[in-house]
């Protein structure tokens, strides 16, 4: 007897090999209908906010006239912190007026567009007679300060302008008043979700040229508008300011005296984002300035003002002119190194003293009042370690043995420190006269710091074989046939110097005698143009090692790098700075 459940597999199986020969009759024999549709190349392209600015502008020249201010104006770009200044005027008179209009160029997408504005100097630089006058003597010297007066009596007007840098008809200020109270605006709304100078919250629409005209008095600033010619700027400007006006008046006779010689600077942002799918924006909630850190970029040459005399309690010997020599003091500057012991101050009062200085102890040898009034006529000698020489003119002399030196610095004679002299080759005739002389025989840890060595027709300071770790910081090399010579000079550090109007070249190094090695030239100015401000290398085929000098970071007058030194090879220029450091 078959059981049923063994029938129905049995039945199952058998219908399950129908179905797979079905199956593949079919396949042999015939083909599935089809068809394809392709889309290529689909594409999302994002619109961009892309925020660009140029600037055209005009100003009160010396004579009283608008004239254009090349300096403040620029083409369509990114703008460069510290570089382009929408304002930068010297030399201001009330009554001055200035007017500029800046297009503003946001991408294709329409924006909001804000703007911030900041005072950050507004100081008095010095304080004149009549300035004291009308302060009623409270006007203080300060350097980039806050107490100044000029931020007040400048005013601003500001405008949505149609190109031609006046102000017309139908062109209302939006913003204006005194620049002492741009800066406390804050955020300054061009058009946001809640309102906008093109009326109502419109954004400012992309793909447009966008332009804010701006016109800033030394005075009592009002609008004098000019008849709207709904014709923008013209090429060749012929209907700008210089034609038509500003379309603003300016009275600076309400000012006294209070801001003479004051200085304001100030910075001024803008900022745009995008309006579509960012219905809620508002300036005031939505934009904080990021200002960029301040950068204060190095300053060079010599400062003699810094100059700090011993105070009396700290000279051990003082030499004066007119006194006659007795314990503690002296007319003469050798009698009264004589009289002190290593490690004393003597200090020197005013006068001129006629006298070739030797220094043959370990002394500090420092003026009463600076280099303006104590005056060694004759050179100095340095012959002991940890000698100071500070606060003289020191003329020059030629000793034998020495040549013609207005310092001279025997080898050995180490941790010299030269600062705030002016060593002055004027007059000097002897044979290669140089200012500051590193003899040879090696001398190490000497400093030469804040000073001002000019007119020497051999070398402002030489550097013979074997001398090393010679810091030159803060000096100016003025006009002398060489800044800096060398022979085998290594080990030397030279900052923040200003080398000015020198002959042949600032700085001449040879390994003729003696490697040169691990020299560093940074921060320092090279001017003008020509030979007189290069860094030099000269090397013998057969001579000593000479290594890279690394002279980056120096501004050589804006001269290419084959200009500014005679082998690029040893001598590394690159990059070099674009602008001056600014001087002490």
Known sequence: MISLNHMNRKILMSLGVLVFVVALSLGVTGAFFSDTETSTGNTFTA????????????????????????????GLKDLVPGVDHFFD?????????????????????DAWMCAAARVMVNSDETCTDPEQTDETGNCVVETDGTNGDLAS???????????????????????????SNIGSAGQITLADSVSSILGQNIPIPGGTTFYIGKAWCFGALT????????????????????????????????????????????????????????????????????????????????????????????????????????????????????QAIAGQTVCVDDGTYS??????????????????TTIIDGRVGVTATGVTVTGFTIGGATVSAEGDNGVYVAGGSNGLTLSYNIIDGAGEVGPLPIGVHFAVGGTTGATVNNNVIRNWTATGSYVNPTAGSITYTFNDFFTNNVGIGSDGMSSASILNNEF???????????DVAGAVTGNEIHSNNFIPVGP???????????????????AENNHFAGEAEVLRTNNIVLVDTEPAEAVAFPQN
Not at 532 to 550: C, I, K, R, S
Request: hydrophobic letters at 35%; charged letters at 20%.
């Open 47 to 74: 619109g961009d906010i892309d925020l660009q600015i140029d600037n055209e502008s005009y100003v009160t020249d010396s004579t009283g006239a608008l004239v254009a201010s090349p300096e403040t104006s620029w």
């Open 89 to 109: 005027f010297d030399d201001l008179k009330p009554g001055d007026v200035g007017e500029d209009t800046i297009s503003i160029h946001v991408g294709s997408n």
């Open 153 to 179: 009596q400048l005013n601003f007007m500001f405008w949505h302008d149609d190109g031609d840098n006046v102000l017309e008809e139908g062109e209302t200020p939006f913003l204006g008043g005194p620049l």
């Open 223 to 338: 609008a004098s508008t000019t008849a709207q010619d709904r014709q923008g700027k013209l090429p060749g400007s012929t209907n700008g300011p210089l034609v038509r006006g500003t379309g603003v008046s300016c009275d600076g006779a309400p000012l006294n005296n209070i801001s003479q010689t004051d200085k304001v600077q100030g910075d001024l942002q803008f900022y745009a984002t995008q309006s579509r799918n960012n219905s809620t924006f508002t300036c005031s909630q939505d934009y904080t300035p990021t200002w960029p850190e301040e950068v204060t970029r190095a300053t060079v040459g010599a400062d003699l003002t810094d100059y700090v005399a011993p105070a009396p309690i700290a000279c051990n010997v003082t030499v004066d002119s007119l006194l006659p020599e007795a314990a503690g003091t002296s007319p003469t500057i050798n009698a009264g190194i004589a």
């Open 355 to 372: 006298e070739n200085v030797d220094v043959n102890k370990d002394i500090t040898l420092a003026s009463l009042d600076g280099a303006a």
């Open 500 to 510: 000015s109007a020198n002959t042949v070249e600032a700085i001449g190094m040879s």
């Open 532 to 550: 007189g401000n290069d860094v030099n290398a000269y090397e013998t085929p057969a001579g000593f090692a000479f290594t890279l000098v690394d």
